[in-house]
């Protein structure tokens, strides 16, 4: 079997090049990755990228979008090419990081819009960002709820997508540390629900290395959702009581895999 | 018996004026209470009080350093007039709370000094604010290590002041839900170890009410300290690793204290 | 307002007498209290309360039940006459006090009956106790699964009676350190969820003092339940699982209750 | 690299014949795996093992101790033989597997002899075993408080061998789901303190797969051990309090260890 061990420290490996040049920010807590395009006399928008996702998960996006907002797009801690931060995956740490983002690189109000967890982290800004600095907020499936580990309302993390969560974090380990992708393959027939397989196999069944989404993804992300660490100063119910400006809430992607899933 | 609740929601009995004017900066997060004094053509410097304390804690100090600095003093989340934010009190978020208070209302590079649990979160911000936003730190009698539940090196928070934490925040309560202040006064006698009921009773062994500085105080803080979720994403031994600017450490109530205490 | 200390060290204002007599059996870990009737001549049976429960809640039950059987009724710990074990609340531990109970005391098989989380321990008994031990398993509504913080299936303590258990813990106190009965009453208004506090009130609202039931429960056990102590290595799906035995498992109460309270 | 995948499922690769015959006990909750020897009409003992050692780390001993005792040695849940029991490695789980086994095994009074983590256990047999059933305990180098995470007196595990636990949690996995024992030995050098780098090194080092003791254990242990789950219900503090027979406690290797380590 073969390890693999991505991330930062082994850049020739881990990284492509890309349509957009990429920039770094210094929050002073972890360096932030990031592409720009169109115009600062256009609306400024953040696009925030899901769980093994980065910024260029928005690269053909970038490209409509341009004609109408300054659009930035961003590698979070522990994505693409931002600071990986061991024991530092909160939500909390998340959303500060891009409100330093938008204080000193944007620099104007901004639109959020954000996918997935990314979508999580857009409902936080929406709550919890300095007055006047989030314009409105677009959440796009994000699993409000279904991503803490002891939710107030619905089925929890455990109930959903902790499984596959719990696959990542023990066979590819925190910053790569295990690196055995072949082994989570051969391991998640024993212990993905027959759903959650079903889409597992679509997406990884044939790849004999991870795809480059994965490999930009620093896996200790999906320990910090297993163990709840990563929202534990950060109750969903009590976040969304504190939303302050418009939002936008589509779900499409999280109800279609639930009928493939299901 | 009585029942004590103070708290924002009960200013007329929580509060008492001061020397200087308090003002409110809102962090979107919590709203943070200040004063200042001094003059803007001299460095500015934030002081962070400790546990229990307010700002005015260093109000007699603020007339001696007005003559050096620009002086500001605040309340953090959770003591004094600032915002009460139940399941949030982090050092992460402290430190977070400081940032936008430094970027937005000081505006300029500082000094920052500490007393206590202050001094942890001054050396949060000598690690975690952006790069050039602290010229210095003072960390006054920090608990470094001592206020973890389970530290790199040290003992750890039970075996010193966890105790003490443990008795405020069963018999006070979060924000004062309990406010039993003659039980734990009783309390105290059967659970603090000899060396810290000499002091507990020292100091408010013949209170009948809680001293104004407790009066100010979220209760919820201590049970932050006794579970550790203060400080669950800021292993101190990681924080002190990252410090990037000068700081001045020195120790010398907590070892006075120890001294009365063992 | 009135301070209320109930327990094992003070029985006088704790205990009532009842029509059948009470035994002390030692499990070197625990003080188990019991009451017997019927003839060892016929099958062994035993009696496991519910939460706040204490063995006398099968009182009318065990003269009716004589007829058929060797009736044991017991106090887990922290219930009545047993012992209060701070920081032991577990379902192995209640489960093993009653393995002993079992070999020693009835020293024969049988068949054991419970209620509430008393069901969860007769669901424990049925997959955990020795081979041979247990007969025959009634789990009386027990909230298998409901009274996980993190279960796999269906909705958490959160979702359910947690907001009761969380306000038992605060106003009551481990082992009733606090005892404030009054105001937990007041604050049930402001915490409970309309369905919660109705069924509340309805059993609670006019009492100046707890019922005898409540005055014999260590409200640790509230706590063990809301943090999840109580069953952090007996992960429900993976106990029933290991289920070794017929059972019998009757929802009647808390779907009758699910009505009055949703 | 090479995995390797023991324990009761792959028993032709893990287990090795020895001088003495094996028995198991179901205990309902686990199987117990046991040696025996000498004779009945002598006093009985039971040899408890400590972390990463079987039954048989006691063989040399057992031929010596068979002139005067009747003696037992057991493999507990997760080593050697026994079962493995996933999410459910608790000092109270251990201790009461125990009491069956000299329930229904032994039979009789004993005397209870534990080495390392197996001294900890001696001493939970020592102060919750049935009464008279513990006719005196033998700690041996037992980590009483220093295998808590967080304990009352002195350093914690993780001041101590916590960094190994958390090695061979990592790279070994839950019963061996990772099972890459060369990262293991590559990594150790990145992540163990330097003494404790000089005797893992000492001991595995030039092991091109795991000796015959390590291939017998189920590395949860170890993540039992790092998280705490072990001894969340069993504060050795009140453990202690509660001994109710003689105890004899040597420290021998721990002291010699200190001296290599430090």
Same mark, same amino acid.
């Given at each position: 079997m073969q390890k693999f061990n991505y991330g930062p420290e082994n850049p020739e490996i881990t990284y492509v090049s890309h349509k957009y040049d990429e920039h770094l920010f210094d929050t002073g807590d972890a360096i932030i990755n990031y592409a720009a /395009?169109?115009?600062?006399?256009?609306? #400024?928008?953040?696009?925030?990228?899901?769980q093994t996702e980065s910024w260029w998960g928005y690269e053909k996006a970038m490209g409509i979008m341009a004609d109408y907002f300054h659009v930035f797009a961003v590698d979070l801690r522990g994505q693409g090419r931002s600071s990986r931060t061991p024991g530092r995956y909160t939500f909390d740490n998340f959303g500060n990081d891009l409100v330093k983002f938008i204080t000193f690189v944007v620099a104007r109000p901004v639109v959020v819009s954000g996918l997935s967890s990314g979508g999580v982290i857009a409902a936080w800004l929406s709550a919890y960002a300095p007055p006047g600095m989030i314009r409105g907020a677009h959440y796009e499936d994000p699993p409000l709820f279904a991503s803490e580990i002891t939710p107030a309302y619905g089925p929890s993390l455990r109930q959903g997508v902790g499984a596959t969560f719990k696959l990542w974090s023990t066979y590819l380990g925190d910053q790569w540390c295990i690196g055995d992708w072949g082994e989570m393959l051969k391991s998640a027939r024993?212990?993905?629900?027959?759903?959650? !397989?079903?889409?597992?196999? #679509? !997406?990884?069944?044939?790849? /004999?290395?991870?795809?480059?989404?994965i490999k930009e993804y620093d896996p200790e992300w999906a320990r910090a959702f297993v163990t709840g660490t990563v929202g534990a100063s950060c109750d969903h119910a009590r976040m969304l009581s504190r939303v302050k400006c418009r939002c936008y809430l589509p779900i499409i992607f999280h109800k279609l895999m639930r009928r493939l899933v299901i």
């Open positions: /395009t169109g115009s600062p006399d256009k609306p #400024a928008i953040v696009l925030i990228p899901g024993d212990i993905l629900p027959p759903g959650h !397989l079903r889409l597992f196999e #679509a !997406l990884y069944g044939t790849m /004999t290395e991870p795809p480059q989404h």
